[in-house]
Nanobody, 124 residues
Framework: QVSLVESGGGSVQAGGSLRLSCAAS????????VGWFRQAPGNEREAVAINTAGGTTYYADSVKGRFTISRDNFKNTVYLQMVSLKPEDTAMYYC??????????????????WGQGTQVTVAS
């Protein structure tokens, strides 16, 4: 069973930066797709950044150039570096892992494992 634990959320002013971390246990390893989704109140969950098992990285258009996903396979940790934060980035951020075979990186239902989430709030 895979366990994902996020940390690093908080409140910042617009233009600020945060780095989210996701510690994985239970065997995601370097062969699993990992990444981040987010959900703002009243909105559906949306994919933010995904790093696939094959090494491809996808970003939502709204975060390209501002967010960077990285992974440390030795530490079994995934990071999301966020800079130039905007109020519209305010959301609960969830770590995800293990994309099902044939799945789509942007579909929440196609990921097997989810963390509990960490809140990011960006004040204007």
């Amino acid at each position: 069973q895979v366990s994902l634990v996020e940390s690093g959320g908080g409140s910042v002013q617009a233009g600020g930066s945060l780095r989210l971390s996701c510690a994985a246990s239970g065997g995601t390893g370097s062969t699993s797709s990992v990444g981040w989704f987010r959900q703002a109140p009243g909105n559906e969950r949306e994919a933010v950044a995904i790093n696939t098992a094959g090494g491809t990285t996808y970003y939502a258009d709204s975060v390209k150039g501002r967010f960077t996903i990285s992974r440390d396979n030795f530490k079994n940790t995934v990071y999301l570096q966020m800079v130039s934060l905007k109020p519209e980035d305010t959301a609960m951020y969830y770590c995800v892992a293990v994309l099902r075979d044939g799945g789509t990186w942007s579909r929440p239902a196609d990921f097997h494992y989810w963390g509990q989430g960490t809140q990011v709030t960006v004040a204007s």
